[in-house]
């Protein structure tokens, strides 16, 4: 008698197991519910600007689903562009990243912190351009930097910039 509730259990467990969808989608690695810039508007600015080299500013960047629910789990992507030198901006030391399921029309936004630069310093970038990306998404938007040169952990390719944490927006 006993033999049957465990094969019964078994064969329930191995069903429930093979009907499980783990978010990702199929081969590629993309997770299907992460929030993807394109359905998802990205805007920055307006930013309380480093006004003078040792300075530090904040750069917001605030995101509006504009399509299906989707979730936000990780640090978002963000590269600093100069001419032909591109450097990947650090995500704020000791930051944990929520998990934030927004639904259509919900906001997020996260921000950019930066330590200005001298102008020609070589030490400094003299970003032009920086590209946002999101956890789980290849895709990305590129804006225009206003912001002045960032300066560099020793050499341009290391900004003195972090990223910080996905917040709420909104009520």
Same mark, same amino acid.
Do not use: H
């Given at each position: 008698?006993?033999?049957?509730?465990?094969?019964?259990?078994?064969?329930?467990?191995?069903?429930?197991?093979?009907?499980?969808?783990?978010?990702?989608?199929?081969?590629?690695?993309?997770n299907s519910t992460?929030?993807?810039?394109?359905?998802?508007?990205?805007?920055?600015?307006? #930013?309380?600007? #480093?006004?003078?080299?040792?300075?530090?500013?904040?750069?917001?960047?605030?995101?509006?689903?504009?399509?299906?629910?989707?979730?936000?789990?990780?640090?978002?992507?963000?590269?600093?562009?100069?001419?032909?030198?591109?450097?990947?901006?650090?995500?704020?030391?000791?930051?944990?990243?929520?998990?934030?399921?927004?639904?259509?029309?919900?906001?997020?936004?996260?921000?950019i912190s930066y330590?200005?630069?001298?102008?020609?310093?070589?030490?400094?970038?003299?970003?032009?351009?920086?590209?946002?990306?999101?956890?789980?998404?290849?895709?990305?938007?590129?804006?225009?930097?206003?912001?002045?040169?960032?300066?560099?952990?020793?050499?341009?390719?290391?900004?003195?910039?972090?990223?910080?944490?996905?917040?709420?927006?909104?009520?």
């Open positions: 008698m006993r033999a049957i509730p465990l094969t019964v259990t078994a064969l329930a467990a191995a069903l429930a197991l093979t009907a499980c969808d783990d978010g990702n989608a199929g081969a590629s690695g993309k992460a929030c993807e810039v394109g359905k998802v508007s990205v805007q920055v600015g307006s #930013a309380s600007v #480093a006004p003078a080299a040792g300075d530090t500013g904040e750069v917001p960047v605030s995101l509006t689903n504009q399509s299906a629910p989707c979730t936000l789990d990780g640090f978002p992507g963000v590269t600093l562009k100069a001419g032909g030198t591109s450097a990947t901006v650090a995500t704020l030391s000791g930051a944990k990243p929520e998990k934030l399921k927004l639904a259509k029309g919900d906001s997020a936004t996260f921000s330590v200005r630069g001298k102008d020609g310093d070589k030490a400094s970038l003299g970003a032009t351009s920086v590209t946002v990306s999101l956890p789980g998404s290849d895709a990305t938007e590129s804006f225009p930097w206003k912001y002045g040169p960032v300066a560099g952990k020793g050499s341009a390719d290391k900004p003195d910039a972090t990223v910080g944490t996905f917040q709420q927006a909104g009520d």
